[in-house]
């Protein structure tokens, strides 16, 4: 039962702050795409695109998906957060640009639990 609990604490646990970062990621992809702004320059060359694939767009696709599918969706939100950081190495000193990849973890850790939980139950039927 106490396994059960942590568990379910590990899942709402990245469900809200999932929920809140894909709100948040929303919010400023949709205010680039239709904003006013005159300081933005656009995307300029190939790896600014890569870049912008893995954050925000990755991170919102995994974030996403994470509702259904933790561990794909945490898998492509925590992937995608790590190219960034190779991509942009500079970036990861920025605790504000780590925090996306919480959520990832927090949704591959859930998806673990419930596996093993799983297969332990698979074990136990056996028995």
């Known amino acids: 039962m106490k396994n059960q609990k942590l568990t379910d604490s590990v899942r709402w646990t ?3 702050s999932g929920s809140l970062l894909l709100a948040f990621g929303l919010f400023f992809l949709l205010a680039n795409i239709f904003g006013q702004d005159e300081l933005g320059d ?18 919102i696709l ?27 190495p500079e970036l990861i000193s920025n605790f504000y640009m780590v925090i996306p990849i ?4 927090l949704f591959i850790a859930y998806w673990l639990m419930a596996k093993n939980k799983m297969s332990n139950k698979t074990r136990l039927n056996k028995v």
């Open 62 to 88: 995994g974030l996403a998906l994470a509702w259904k599918w933790e561990g794909l969706g945490g898998i492509i939100t925590t992937a995608g957060m790590i190219w960034f950081f190779i991509l942009r």
């Open 14 to 16: 990245a469900r809200i």
């Open 42 to 59: 656009g995307i300029r060359d190939s790896k600014e695109m890569v870049i912008f694939l893995l954050f925000p767009m990755s991170t």
């Open 102 to 105: 919480i959520p990832g973890l």
